[in-house]
């Protein structure tokens, strides 16, 4: 893989995600039966300098599940919106950020969680470069984590998980790690969306406290 050093919040870099989001979506993994539904948003959107960022969010350390952990905004789909409805909506309450349905550049693979969620990832692209309006009861924090982070190492971490095949993901960023669920979905976005190439991430296991 060609490393990046940036990437320049331009349209250059829209139209190469929205491109590769269309081309390069593989086969739709198939859902376990009894999974929830939820809708996910990554958002790439510029950091002061210019550079293009991604928005990683802190969970707030009181809420009853994935407490304090990193993610991306999104939760449950309501009985009467698509998967997509939920991501916008649940940015706008967990953030304060009201993308639109042309915010939009495209979709990666659905990946299933042990919690017992079917997460749908919808890539979005926004303009806003100002702080965020978020929801103290559901999140702590909201980052802007710049798109060259994810490829400062080349391979994600694999740690042995308690099912055969289904190594835990790690994946550097910068100089933290984060894990799978989240981890799965960035991983999959930086192969797909910005380097160009097909990857599965469905096989991929969560450590034990992002399963409750």
Same mark, same amino acid.
């Given at each position: 893989?060609?490393?990046?050093?940036?990437?320049?919040?331009?349209?250059?870099?829209?139209?190469?995600?929205?491109?590769?989001?269309?081309?390069?979506?593989?086969? *739709?993994?198939?859902?376990?039966?009894?999974?929830?539904?939820?809708?996910?948003?990554? %958002?790439?959107?510029?950091?002061?300098?210019?550079?293009?960022?991604?928005?990683? *969010?802190?969970?707030? /350390?009181?809420?009853?599940?994935?407490?304090?952990?990193?993610?991306?905004?999104?939760?449950?789909?309501?009985?009467?919106?698509?998967?997509?409805?939920?991501?916008?909506?649940?940015?706008?309450?967990?953030?304060?950020?009201?993308?639109?349905?042309?915010?939009?550049?495209?979709?990666?693979?659905?990946?299933? *969680?042990?919690?017992?969620?079917?997460?749908? /990832?919808?890539?979005?692209?926004?303009?806003?470069?100002?702080?965020?309006?978020?929801?103290?009861?559901?999140?702590?924090?909201?980052?802007?984590?710049?798109?060259?982070?994810?490829?400062?190492?080349?391979?994600?971490?694999?740690? /042995?998980?308690?099912?055969?095949?289904?190594? %835990?993901?790690?994946?550097?960023?910068?100089?933290?790690? %984060?894990?799978?669920?989240?981890?799965?979905?960035?991983?999959?976005?930086?192969?797909?969306?910005?380097?160009?190439?097909?990857?599965?991430?469905?096989?991929?296991?969560?450590?034990?406290?992002?399963?409750?």
């Amino acid at each position: 893989m060609v490393v990046t050093t940036s990437f320049d919040f331009d349209d250059a870099l829209r139209a190469r995600i929205q491109d590769n989001l269309a081309r390069l979506i593989g086969p *739709t993994p198939v859902a376990p039966a009894g999974h929830r539904r939820a809708g996910v948003a990554l %958002i790439v959107a510029p950091r002061e300098d210019g550079e293009a960022a991604f928005l990683l *969010t802190r969970r707030a /350390p009181r809420m009853g599940a994935h407490a304090g952990q990193q993610a991306l905004p999104g939760g449950k789909v309501d009985a009467d919106e698509t998967d997509e409805e939920a991501a916008r909506r649940e940015t706008a309450e967990e953030i304060g950020l009201n993308l639109t349905p042309d915010a939009l550049l495209g979709r990666l693979d659905p990946y299933a *969680t042990r919690s017992g969620f079917v997460m749908a /990832p919808f890539v979005y692209w926004s303009e806003h470069a100002g702080d965020f309006a978020f929801s103290a009861h559901e999140v702590q924090s909201v980052r802007r984590v710049p798109l060259s982070d994810l490829f400062v190492q080349e391979e994600p971490v694999l740690l /042995p998980g308690d099912t055969p095949d289904r190594p %835990i993901l790690r994946l550097p960023l910068g100089e933290r790690f %984060i894990h799978a669920p989240t981890a799965a979905l960035l991983y999959q976005f930086r192969e797909v969306a910005l380097a160009g190439r097909y990857l599965s991430v469905a096989h991929f296991d969560q450590p034990d406290f992002a399963r409750r």
